[in-house]
């Protein structure tokens, strides 16, 4: 019987090479900041859920952005696989309600929390669909709207992103 495996092809940063779910997410955010992201996952959603209009952006930046965010989800999974090898950094100071955005104070904390909870309720496969579903539904009017519950796989996107980019700061101060 043949096993089913995820597939980690990243897409625009296939080498061929052992996958480091943390290169991953630095190469991503290389090529896309965390505000800017943010923003245009934003955009998507708003406009996939309104029924009469459509996304003005050239649908070339939209798909490239899709691409992206599929590698993303699956090294955000690469790390939750690995998780053993990093160690939370719990000697934070205390932080104001506004550095959290989205994040908990625990999640803020350890940061890995974010993907480990996300991943328990959807698996990438779900996510690669819901942003597929999103990309679709912000590109023209249509007379539905999506059939799924579109707003937890938002937020667990936007924290995801934050929770990555928090790690790749505390990374970089070592």
Do not use: C
């Not at 052992?18 to 955010?29: A, Q, V």
Request: hydrophobic letters at 40%; aromatic letters at 14%.
């Amino acid at each position: 019987m043949k096993k089913n495996r995820t597939d980690f092809e990243t897409r625009f940063w296939a080498v061929r090479r052992k996958h480091s779910g943390l290169r991953l997410i630095e190469n991503f955010f290389q090529f896309t900041d965390l505000t800017t992201s943010k923003k245009r996952l934003n955009s998507i959603m708003n406009y996939a859920v309104k029924k009469d209009r459509w996304i003005k952006e050239d649908p070339s930046v939209i798909f490239h952005f899709r691409q992206s965010m599929q590698s993303f989800i699956r090294a955000g999974y690469l790390i939750t696989l690995k998780e053993k090898k990093w160690a939370a950094n719990t000697q934070l100071e205390d932080v104001s309600p506004l550095v959290l955005g989205l994040l908990s104070e625990k999640e803020y904390h350890n940061p890995l929390l974010v993907f480990k909870k996300a991943f328990r309720e959807y698996s990438v496969q779900e996510f690669d669909y819901f942003m597929s579903g999103m990309v679709y539904f912000s590109m023209g009017v249509y007379d539905n709207l999506p059939e799924r519950n579109i707003i937890s796989p938002y937020i667990h996107l936007t924290k995801m992103l934050d929770a990555a980019h928090l790690i790749l700061e505390r990374r970089g101060k070592k």
